[in-house]
């Protein structure tokens, strides 16, 4: 019996050592097959994913992931998984760090594997820090009743004295003050963009920020990502990832799939689709790449994306001419009229008219093109402190015709 016994520990022998040392001896296993693959988690190059797996299937394995950063305080670069992706910053600059993953599991003998990996850091594109407000065209949102955005210095997130955007709602629920740079910002390569965020007390759920590039070309969706502001006061970075989580934005939300291109807009939403009064601060926001210069397709000397009537060479700053003078508004499109018409999300320009019979045998027409946008129009405004008088004349007339 004792003989036979024997025999078998030797058939065992080959394929689990352990379990022979000693014929009363419990058996003790080895993890096998430890193993990880590596991943680059943001545009910089130094937030590092680490996927542990193994091979062992005898009980349930955990890890102990060392991320190996010498600089990092107790076993903050340490951290624990049953098998997920876990994810560690290393400091801002470029350095090969051992990782290692250790394997647990009860009743079992541990097993680890370590690899090297070389950090490639590549700081993210400034796109505004506030330094120098030449170049970032602020815009606010009050000719909506909405924000204003201005720039003060204040103690910055780093605690030294910054300049930073300010940003005070004026207690609608799109408020869009917007930033717009002379050159693209580009997320098809780099798409997180992150922003250093200051808000001075807690704000209902909906108090998110949600950053927004625009196209303001008609070919180009506008694509949005929003991010919660977790802290309730103080500095806080937000992070916008466009390349995992932005949607298009209204009205082509779940209506077409998301396409990552140039924009021409920074819209920085503080509570998006509720009243968000309060004032709030911006820094440092900074990721994507510059692209192609913003055009200025009518050849006045504004730039595409802060040019209200960016298809008439216009004389006033904002790209426009000058509004109509308190006269009664007019315009027969043939060069004698009074109004300076600005399109608003359609085609609009003067053409022949398409049928010169019947009550309008006039030369030309405003030929007005619906493009799409569900509140497309035109519209004019009176001169700077000019009201419509509607008392005694209330009437507004025109001649249509559809083809
Ligand atoms: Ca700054
Ligand atoms: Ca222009
Ligand atoms: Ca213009």
Redesign the pocket.
């Known amino acids: 019996m004792n003989y036979l016994k024997k025999g078998l520990c030797a058939l065992l022998f080959l394929t689990a050592f352990s379990a022979c040392k000693d014929d009363d001896d419990a058996v003790v296993l080895t993890i096998t097959g430890v193993d990880f693959t590596i991943s680059v988690e943001n545009d910089n190059g130094n937030e590092i994913g680490v996927t542990p797996t193994s091979t062992f299937t005898d009980s349930d394995v955990t890890f102990s992931v060392d991320f190996g950063d010498a600089a990092a305080t107790g076993d903050a670069d340490v951290k624990a998984s049953s098998g997920p992706k876990v994810t560690y910053a290393y400091p801002e600059a470029s350095a090969t760090y051992t990782i290692k993953v250790t394997a647990s599991a009860t009743g079992s003998t541990g097993s680890s594997k370590q690899k090297e990996h070389t950090i490639t850091f590549e700081a993210a594109t400034v796109l505004a820090d506030f330094e120098d407000a030449t170049g970032l065209n602020l815009r606010d949102d009050t000719n909506a009743g909405g924000a204003t955005f201005t720039i003060e210095s204040v103690a910055a997130m780093d605690g030294s004295t910054s300049k930073v955007g300010v940003i005070t709602n004026g207690g609608i629920a799109y408020e869009a003050p917007s930033i717009n740079l002379t050159k693209h910002v580009d997320v098809r390569t780099k798409s997180i963009i992150t922003m250093d965020f200051y808000q001075s007390g807690a704000k209902d759920e909906d108090g998110n920020p949600t950053g927004n590039v625009t196209g303001n070309e008609e070919s180009k969706k506008s694509i949005e990502v929003q991010a919660l502001s977790l802290a309730q006061s103080g500095w806080q970075t937000l992070t916008f990832d466009f390349g995992t989580d932005a949607l298009n934005s209204y009205p082509d939300h779940e209506t077409a799939e998301v396409v990552l291109d140039q924009y021409q807009k920074i819209v920085i939403f503080i509570g998006f689709g509720v009243a968000l009064n309060g004032t709030y601060w911006v820094d440092n926001i900074a990721g994507g790449t510059l692209g192609d210069a913003v055009p200025?397709?009518?050849?006045?000397?504004?730039?595409?994306n802060i040019?209200k009537c960016?298809d008439v060479?216009?004389t006033e700053a904002n790209?426009c001419n000058p509004a109509v003078v308190g006269t009664d508004p007019t315009d027969d499109a043939e060069g004698s009229g009074n109004i300076t018409w600005v399109g608003d999300a359609c085609g609009y320009e003067v053409a022949a008219n398409p049928s010169a019979t019947g009550i309008n045998t006039s030369a030309n027409s405003i030929k007005y093109t619906d493009t799409g946008g569900q509140y497309a129009n035109i519209q004019f405004e009176l001169a700077e402190g000019e009201t419509f008088d509607l008392s005694t004349k209330n009437k507004f007339k025109l001649k249509v015709f559809l083809s």
């Open positions: 200025d397709t009518d050849g006045d000397g504004v730039l595409d040019d960016k060479s216009g790209g």
